[in-house]
């Protein structure tokens, strides 16, 4: 085993593939190249930048992306296909480190689409291996819908993977299906059992269907992968993809029982979020982890007082760490005395005890009537105030 499989997890960012796949996510051409700018940037290790085979459009991006990208592993996706894979390869060969991924659905249901039985699909998936690796030394596997495979089978495809020349096996939870122990069981069951195993890093894919896609793929890596594919603002097929920001912001918070470390460069995180929900037309929820409007916003007097007093009563993580100047103390008729005094201070009000009573009167009367009283309120609240005295 190497020390990078020993503690650091590598960060691949499907934004531009899987992400891209979300109902009414698309992006331009120039929009991609520049997300694919920042990923590099910030430190993720390799960019899924799309699907090659899926149309022309698909394939220049995959194709520029590949030519600019610096650092990061610029990785194709392919079905198990010659001619998926031949295009997947056109695309990425002119990367620094490129990557083909290919994969076929390995589950009964899956299995039944595409008409192969066992066997079938065991020969495919050798095949179409050795053709990926006959062409790049970098190849990626998924058994797509792994986690709903049966386990024999699932081991038999792996085998087949390894032994055709993959680098990297990925578990996927297609449809999001499987619960944390479960993701655990599964990829430590692969690590144990298949030979080989360990000369290949082991990848978690997991998806939001159950809001399960963070504690899933932390959980895979905690049982041995060494790959978490993830998009930002989890992004993704109908509830989403595992959030890049989420499972590194864990991985770094609570670092003491995830002593895993990854590349990425957390202050970045805020820009590209913001970037991907304005060029995706998916804005990020409010109370989302990580990146919501909220996740450094305090309202309630109590928190604000503590928050004021010392910050890390209510806050696990600096806004610093992920990008943000500061944490913002929402004005609200929830709020209390001691953060209405240190707002008026930075609006450069300073008031006497008694004063500062009657503003807290009126400012209360006014944030019973507004949800959220903003600095020019206040200032007027104080323009007010001094007119009256
Ligand atoms: O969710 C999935 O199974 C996928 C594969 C193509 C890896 O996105
Ligand atoms: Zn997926």
Aim: proline fraction near 3%; include cysteine; charge should be negative.
């Amino acid at each position: 085993m190497t020390d990078q499989k020993q503690d650091h997890v590598l960060i691949f960012d499907t934004t531009l593939r899987d992400g891209e796949q979300s109902p009414g996510a698309s992006m331009t051409h120039d929009e991609k190249v520049e997300i694919a700018t920042l990923l590099d940037e910030m430190g993720v290790d390799i960019i899924e930048a799309g699907f090659p085979i899926a149309s022309p459009g698909d394939f220049e991006a995959v194709s520029d992306i590949a030519k600019v990208v610096k650092e990061a592993q610029v990785c194709g996706l392919s079905r198990a296909a010659t001619g998926d894979i031949d295009r997947a390869w056109e695309a990425v060969r002119h990367a620094k480190r490129p990557r083909i991924h290919t994969f076929i659905g390995t589950s009964p249901s899956h299995r039944g689409i595409t008409g192969l039985d066992m066997d079938g699909m065991a020969e495919r998936i050798h095949d179409m291996v050795t053709h990926a690796r006959n062409l790049c030394d970098n190849v990626q596997w998924s058994s797509m819908d792994a986690t709903r495979t049966e386990p024999e089978f699932l081991k038999r495809t792996i085998d087949i993977a390894i032994k055709a020349g993959a680098t990297t096996i990925n578990i996927p939870d297609t449809v999001g299906y499987t619960a944390p122990r479960e993701s655990a069981e599964i990829i430590r069951m692969l690590i144990e059992e298949v030979p080989g195993a360990d000369e290949v890093i082991f990848a978690t894919h997991c998806h939001n269907d159950l809001g399960m896609a963070t504690a899933n793929s932390l959980a895979a890596v905690e049982a041995g992968a060494r790959q978490i594919e993830c998009t930002i603002n989890g992004l993704g097929e109908r509830a989403g993809n595992t959030a890049l920001e989420e499972v590194v912001m864990a991985m770094k918070v609570r670092n003491d029982i995830m002593p895993y470390a990854t590349r990425i460069d957390t202050q970045k995180i805020m820009h590209i979020s913001r970037m991907v929900a304005s060029v995706s037309g998916f804005p990020v929820q409010y109370n989302k982890a990580i990146v919501g409007k909220n996740a450094f916003a305090h309202e309630s007097g109590i928190h604000q007082d503590g928050m004021l007093k010392d910050a890390s009563t209510f806050e696990i993580m600096r806004p610093e760490d992920v990008g943000l100047t500061e944490t913002s103390l929402v004005m609200g008729k929830h709020s209390g005395r001691a953060a209405l005094r240190s707002k008026l201070e930075n609006l450069g009000y300073t008031l006497a005890d008694n004063q500062l009573k009657d503003v807290f009167v009126r400012f209360k009367e006014l944030a019973d009537r507004k949800k959220e009283v903003y600095d020019e309120d206040l200032i007027a609240l104080m323009s007010d105030q001094t007119t009256s005295a």
